[in-house]
């Protein structure tokens, strides 16, 4: 036990460099006092150590921090172009959740968050099976398109996410870099687009809702919480209505699965996440939707990019009334775009 400790420090030792962390308490401007120890502060917010648990809080909902209490030694991580720093199970502590909207606060506060970090929007070149069938068809079809006259060969493909709060609105497009001028390449280039963006339309919002949402978990639903013995169970059902949502959540407060009902129909979302340094990422998930006839998967990897988690592969394979669709999409060349 106690070699596999020092090992663990030793490899924090290795990339990162000490920095003070207080014990202290944080005075939120509602009134509500959190005794901890701060982890980080940057000028846009603070994260604290509360009980075991990590939260954040921004610093226009913070009145005064109490720092009087004699400072503690910890090793903060400054990582950056690589890949998020993952952490063992076993050091991944055992949450007891509280009840209520504390307990909410509980769970969201250890998963990692982009918008936590400043992302406001992204570009990115993206490429995939899906472009490059598309390139190779064209080819066939219209010769001078291909290598000759380079049209085909220097066709990019873009993406462009913003991180928005409008309800029902698509946060992501795809464009090309250029249109050929031919009306049948071009629409050829559209059908592909299409296609690519119809398929990401089933990813981004569980992607979102788990790394970009301010919460993944609705902090205004009265959720009924209970101890399972997998872990917790949490329990919304809006009166007067057919909508319902039930989540299950082990020990360590990572949901397992989130099944929402409503009178349109049901989906279900099993998610996987990659134990990092800065809170659960999501790795994966499966689930389906529409009762049932809509079944769809993903796995991603990340890099990290002026110091965000930004995803660098994507797999999709998805099945609607028996017809499968599979995607794999690569990422780079970002322009990221953080709040102000």
Same mark, same amino acid.
């Given at each position: 036990?106690?070699?596999?400790?020092?090992?663990? &420090?030793?490899? #924090? @030792?290795? #990339?990162?460099?000490?920095?003070?962390?207080?014990?202290?308490?944080?005075?939120?401007?509602?009134?509500?006092?959190?005794?901890?120890? %701060?982890?980080?502060?940057?000028?846009?917010?603070?994260?604290?150590? *509360?009980?075991?648990?990590?939260?954040?809080? *921004?610093?226009?909902?913070?009145?005064? %921090?109490?720092?009087?209490?004699?400072?503690?030694?910890?090793?903060?991580?400054?990582?950056?172009?690589?890949? +998020?720093?993952? &952490?063992?199970?076993?050091?991944?502590?055992? #949450?007891?959740?509280?009840?209520?909207?504390?307990?909410?606060?509980?769970?969201?506060?250890?998963?990692?968050? @982009?918008?936590?970090?400043?992302?406001?929007?992204?570009?990115?070149?993206?490429?995939?099976?899906?472009?490059?069938?598309?390139?190779?068809?064209?080819?066939?079809?219209?010769?001078?398109?291909?290598?000759?006259?380079?049209?085909?060969?220097?066709?990019? *493909?873009?993406?462009?996410?913003?991180?928005?709060?409008?309800?029902?609105?698509?946060?992501?497009?795809?464009?090309?870099?250029?249109?050929?001028?031919?009306?049948? %390449?071009?629409?050829?280039?559209? $059908?592909?687009?299409?296609?690519?963006?119809?398929?990401?339309?089933?990813?981004?919002?569980?992607?979102?809702?788990?790394?970009?949402?301010?919460?993944?978990? $609705?902090?205004?639903?009265?959720?009924?919480?209970?101890?399972?013995?997998?872990?917790?169970?949490?329990?919304?059902?809006?009166?007067?209505? +057919?909508?319902?949502?039930?989540?299950?959540?082990?020990?360590?407060?990572?949901? &397992? +699965?989130?099944?929402?009902? /409503?009178? $349109?129909? !049901? !989906?279900?979302?099993?998610?996987?996440?990659?134990? /990092?340094?800065?809170?659960?990422?999501?790795?994966?998930? +499966?689930?389906?939707?529409?009762?049932? /006839?809509?079944?769809?998967?993903?796995?991603? !990897?990340?890099?990290?990019?002026?110091?965000?988690?930004?995803?660098?592969?994507?797999? %999709?394979?998805?099945?609607? !009334?028996?017809? $499968?669709?599979? @995607?794999?999409?690569?990422? /780079?060349?970002?322009?990221?775009?953080?709040?102000?």
């Amino acid at each position: 036990m106690k070699n596999r400790v020092w090992k663990v &420090i030793l490899l #924090v @030792l290795c #990339v990162s460099i000490p920095s003070v962390a207080f014990a202290e308490t944080v005075i939120l401007k509602s009134g509500q006092k959190v005794d901890g120890k %701060i982890i980080e502060k940057t000028d846009k917010y603070i994260t604290i150590d *509360f009980e075991g648990v990590v939260l954040t809080y *921004f610093l226009d909902e913070i009145a005064s %921090i109490d720092e009087s209490k004699k400072p503690d030694l910890v090793i903060s991580e400054d990582n950056p172009n690589k890949q +998020e720093v993952q &952490i063992e199970e076993s050091d991944i502590p055992t #949450v007891t959740l509280k009840e209520g909207s504390a307990g909410i606060q509980q769970i969201n506060a250890v998963y990692y968050n @982009l918008t936590r970090y400043g992302l406001q929007q992204f570009k990115c070149e993206i490429t995939g099976s899906s472009f490059d069938s598309l390139k190779l068809m064209l080819k066939e079809e219209y010769p001078s398109a291909g290598s000759e006259n380079k049209i085909l060969d220097d066709l990019r *493909f873009y993406l462009t996410y913003d991180n928005v709060d409008d309800e029902g609105k698509e946060n992501f497009y795809i464009v090309a870099s250029t249109q050929t001028g031919d009306a049948k %390449i071009d629409d050829a280039i559209n $059908e592909a687009i299409t296609y690519t963006r119809n398929i990401l339309k089933g990813f981004f919002p569980v992607w979102t809702q788990y790394l970009v949402a301010a919460n993944p978990i $609705e902090p205004d639903f009265n959720y009924i919480i209970e101890k399972v013995p997998s872990g917790y169970s949490l329990l919304y059902e809006k009166i007067g209505t +057919e909508r319902s949502t039930k989540i299950q959540l082990d020990s360590k407060l990572r949901i &397992i +699965e989130r099944v929402d009902n /409503s009178s $349109e129909g !049901s !989906s279900k979302i099993s998610p996987h996440f990659i134990n /990092s340094k800065h809170g659960f990422l999501l790795q994966s998930f +499966e689930g389906d939707s529409d009762n049932g /006839s809509m079944k769809k998967s993903a796995t991603m !990897s990340y890099e990290e990019i002026d110091g965000l988690q930004m995803l660098k592969q994507l797999t %999709i394979k998805t099945i609607f !009334s028996g017809k $499968e669709g599979n @995607l794999e999409i690569n990422f /780079s060349d970002y322009k990221i775009k953080k709040m102000p």
